[in-house]
């Protein structure tokens, strides 16, 4: 079956949805999701020959070559303006997912929702979101085979109000959920840095040392603050 990872993914494309998969490697998402009647129609696409032709196979055999259209190339560019509804970009990093849409930007309008599944720095994301007309819907952290992923569900408009820091680093829903994956996450995110920040103290002073220290206790003071409340 499907990983609890992108289970947790496809729970948020709506029925009927045309749906693009980039970087889909397996297209585990793209099959599932067409064979389960929860979307209509799906683009994956895959930069790489190896995952390409891994996703083409597993298509193949699932007989979902009608529905289901496996397309190489880089980013948005497999896809076209207006032709799916919804965006998933999984199990990158979240730099990675955050230039994929900035440089696919053209290929957005028409599309409502992006569902977008950063392994590690999921702010770069919410950053990117905000001044590009999208804000968070819902936000799930989970742990399986003892990593965390985050998933960020995206729609369009402003949110209330523009996301603080504090928010941008930690998720805003996730904050206000506060389950135990994250106090775990973050409890370990703040010992490592609490140990950086020992070992600059402990070097010699520089002036990169020096901005890079207060940038560390800048987040130290912000999660600590946040686990505390
Ligand atoms: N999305 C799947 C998942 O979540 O299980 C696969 C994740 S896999 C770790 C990342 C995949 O993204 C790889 O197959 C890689 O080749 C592909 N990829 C990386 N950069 C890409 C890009 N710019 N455009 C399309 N695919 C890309």
């Given amino acids: 079956g499907l990983s609890k990872r992108l289970h947790c993914v ?23 999701s067409v064979k389960q009647g929860i979307a209509s129609s799906a683009v994956a696409g895959e ?19 009608h529905l289901i259209d496996v397309r ?15 965006i998933i970009i999984a199990g990158m990093g979240g730099p990675l997912i955050s230039r994929i849409l900035e440089r696919g930007k053209d290929k957005l309008p ?33 742990e399986e085979d003892r990593k965390i992923y985050e998933v960020l569900v ?19 829903l996730l904050m206000a959920k506060k389950g135990p994956v994250f106090i775990k996450k973050w409890s370990a995110e703040l010992k490592a840095w609490e140990e950086i920040l020992d070992h ?3 070097a010699q002073a520089r002036p990169e040392t020096e901005k890079k220290k207060q940038e560390l206790l800048q ?10 409340r």
Wanted: glycine fraction near 10%.
């Fill in 47 to 65: 930069i790489a020959q190896g995952p390409f032709q891994s996703a083409k196979d597993q298509v193949d055999h699932a007989g979902l070559g």
């Fill in 110 to 142: 028409g599309v409502s929702r992006l569902i977008l599944q950063p392994n590690i720095g999921a702010e770069h994301i919410r950053r990117w979101l905000q001044p590009n007309g999208w804000s968070l819907t819902d936000e799930q952290i989970l």
């Fill in 200 to 202: 600059l103290e402990r």
């Fill in 154 to 172: 995206c729609d369009r408009g402003v949110p209330e109000h523009p996301y603080n820091e504090k928010e941008l680093l930690l998720g805003p």
């Fill in 10 to 32: 496809a729970n948020y494309i709506k029925k009927g949805m045309k749906i693009a998969d980039i970087g889909s490697d397996h297209a585990y998402l793209p099959t599932y």
């Fill in 219 to 228: 987040k130290i003071m912000m999660v600590k603050e946040e686990l505390s």
């Fill in 72 to 86: 190489k190339g880089d980013g948005l560019e497999v896809i076209q303006p207006g032709e799916v509804d919804c």
